[in-house]
């Protein structure tokens, strides 16, 4: 079964940067939108950035734009997420997905089937 695996997450004082990976785990498959989520304790999930196309398009949250950049490696069909400044209310649990769709606005807006994630790498960032 396909699926994904994070790497990178930790423990940093605020202010400080962090990237996370993410690559293919098991079989490949297709996708064309990815992007990172994150979840803290007690609250929803929230989707903090995303790319489709292989980068030609790009959102991010605004609790994180101009912080976070996400990027990808288009030959391994990696994700990365490279975290700027951060800060305590940055921590949290950060999965990445994929999926695939015909509409750059439907990954763009986040309403697509993400069909595969990972399990999820820790960040936590102190005061």
């Not at 498959?29 to 994150?38: A, E």
């Not at 292989?54 to 996400?70: E, L, M, N, P």
Request: proline share 2%; charged share 15%; glycine share 14%.
């Amino acid at each position: 079964q396909a699926q994904l695996a994070e790497s990178g997450g930790g423990s940093v004082e605020a202010g400080g940067s962090l990237t996370l990976s993410c690559a293919p785990s098991g079989r490949t498959y297709s996708s064309n939108c990815m992007g990172w989520f994150r979840q803290a304790p007690g609250k929803e999930r929230e989707g903090v950035a995303r790319i489709y196309g292989g980068g030609r398009t790009t959102y991010y949250a605004d609790s994180v734009k101009g912080r976070f950049t996400i990027s990808q490696d288009n030959a391994n069909n990696s994700v990365y997420l490279q975290m700027n400044r951060l800060r305590p209310e940055d921590t949290a649990m950060y999965y990445c997905a994929a999926g695939w769709t015909s509409s750059v606005g439907l990954c763009y807006s986040g309403e697509i089937d993400f069909g595969y994630w990972g399990q999820g790498t820790q960040v936590t960032v102190s005061s």
